[in-house]
T-cell receptor, first 111, second 116 residues
Framework: DAKTTQPTSMDCAEGRAANLPCNHSTISGNEYVYWYRQIHSQGPQYIIHGLKNNETNEMASLIITEDRKSSTLILPHATLRDTAVYYCIVRAAGGYQKVTFGTGTKLQVIP | GAVVSQHPSRVICKSGTSVKIECRSLDFQATTMFWYRQFPKQSLMLMATSNEGSKATYEQGVEKDKFLINHASLTLSTLTVTSAHPEDSSFYIC????????????FGPGTRLTVT
């Protein structure tokens, strides 16, 4: 699996958009970008994933650059409950690849 | 969405005893289950992967005789920490995946183990 680089921590004001970057310059053509988050003392929660097109669901939007070497997870209106560690993971297509975690970004939403 | 449960959510045991953690897929059949361990302020580390009816595959550095994994059915996997010691105190998280291409990995809520 390709390696990812994320900032260690970020702050975001409540109600504002949280933009979490991820670099994955060695991503292969068949690898997807996945985002998970882990709220303190809970199991990881799937957020969104994409291959090359931008994706949006009820939780977030995922913007992938044209060269696919980086992406941004956008939480449009951050709330205090969005405070968590966010993990960007790249892995091959299909369900057979296991999910391995890097260090992630600690997002603190501030009132 | 698919739900994975773990039991117990937290357990305290004495040093030298064994403790079993259960992981269940509630609304799908999990052909593969994964066990992770997370120490405070660290990321999740994969311990082992198990396929239903087969022996588990352990990651490098994980003692298979200490962390016994059983995946006897398509909805249940167990992790037994044998002869637990204080350094085994950690947050243990299981994950389950159904069969077929494209099936995602779903995570349980975790089990907090404290060895005294």
């Amino acid at each position: 699996d390709a390696k990812t680089t994320q900032p260690t921590s970020m702050d975001c004001a409540e109600g504002r958009a949280a933009n979490l970057p991820c670099n994955h310059s060695t991503i292969s053509g068949n690898e997807y970008v996945y985002w998970y988050r882990q709220i303190h003392s809970q199991g990881p929660q799937y957020i969104i994933h994409g291959l090359k097109n931008n994706e949006t669901n009820e939780m977030a939007s995922l913007i992938i650059t044209e060269d696919r070497k980086s992406s941004t997870l956008i939480l449009p209106h951050a709330t205090l409950r969005d405070t968590a560690v966010y993990y960007c993971i790249v892995r091959a297509a299909g369900g057979y690849q296991k999910v391995t975690f890097g260090t992630g970004t600690k997002l603190q939403v501030i009132p | 969405g698919a739900v994975v449960s773990q039991h117990p959510s937290r357990v305290i045991c004495k040093s030298g005893t064994s403790v079993k953690i259960e992981c269940r897929s509630l609304d799908f059949q999990a052909t593969t289950m994964f066990w992770y361990r997370q120490f405070p302020k660290q990321s999740l580390m994969l311990m082992a992967t198990s396929n239903e009816g087969s022996k588990a595959t352990y990651e490098q550095g994980v003692e298979k005789d200490k962390f016994l994994i059983n995946h006897a059915s398509l909805t249940l996997s167990t992790l037994t920490v044998t002869s637990a010691h204080p350094e085994d105190s950690s947050f243990y998280i299981c994950s389950a995946r159904g069969g077929g291409d494209g099936y995602e990995q779903y995570f349980g809520p975790g089990t907090r183990l404290t060895v005294t």
